[in-house]
């Protein structure tokens, strides 16, 4: 296995951890935007009907978990990407029946007076409106239902900015991450970020 930081080797190519990237996972990502971490978020589960749930899946360091959790998450970010102040998802669980999947989605912070649960209905009917017609196991496409749908508001910061951007990170990279301020939310950056006070050039690496 070639694959480095916790990649899985998947026969061609390295499935690299989040925040972690290159052909073998050698490298920690330029940036991690903390900004969605800090923001509102809807917890929603579908099921998804033309894949089969296998026991690995249910582990998140397992490729079966990572492979269908990648595809699952191309998938809703097609679904969603015009959706006001969406910023991504994150797949929380997989379990039986026939997949069940429980997921986040991520919103950038909203005004006080916007309303979380008009989000969730609108996050709720565009994926189950966005089905494609051919719906059978060998499909490209996922066939899911969405079931339910819950708003959180962001919670009162619990760790400073430092042990966030650290939690983030990959842990043989961990020590190397601070959080930076910008006009639009907050970075975990290193010192080989580009544009930041007191980078330098760490070419690859």
Not at 156 to 184: D, G, V
Request: net charge neutral.
């Amino acid at each position: 296995d070639p694959c480095q930081n916790g990649g899985r080797w998947m026969g061609t190519r390295c499935l690299c951890p989040p925040n972690v990237e290159g052909p073998r996972c050698e490298f920690g990502a330029t940036t991690i935007n903390l900004t969605a971490e800090l923001g509102p978020f809807v917890t929603m589960m579908a099921r998804v009907t033309n894949r089969d749930f296998s026991e690995d899946m249910s582990d998140p360091s397992s490729p079966g978990h990572r492979q269908f959790a990648e595809e699952f998450s191309r998938t809703m970010d097609g679904i969603y990407r015009n959706i006001s102040d969406y910023h991504g998802i994150r797949v929380l669980s997989l379990s039986r029946g026939s997949v069940v999947v429980n997921y986040k989605v991520q919103l950038w912070p909203v005004p006080s007076n916007a309303s979380l649960e008009h989000r969730a209905l609108e996050l709720l009917a565009v994926a189950n409106a966005a089905q494609p017609r051919n719906c059978s196991p060998s499909a490209d496409g996922l066939c899911f239902t969405t079931t339910s749908a819950r708003a959180t508001r962001a919670a009162t910061l619990a760790l400073n900015y430092t042990e966030l951007c650290r939690r983030q990170a990959s842990a043989n990279f961990s020590r190397f991450y601070f959080p930076y301020h910008t006009a639009s939310g907050v970075l975990c950056v290193t010192n080989c970020s580009l544009n930041v006070p007191g980078s330098f050039d760490c070419h690859r690496g």
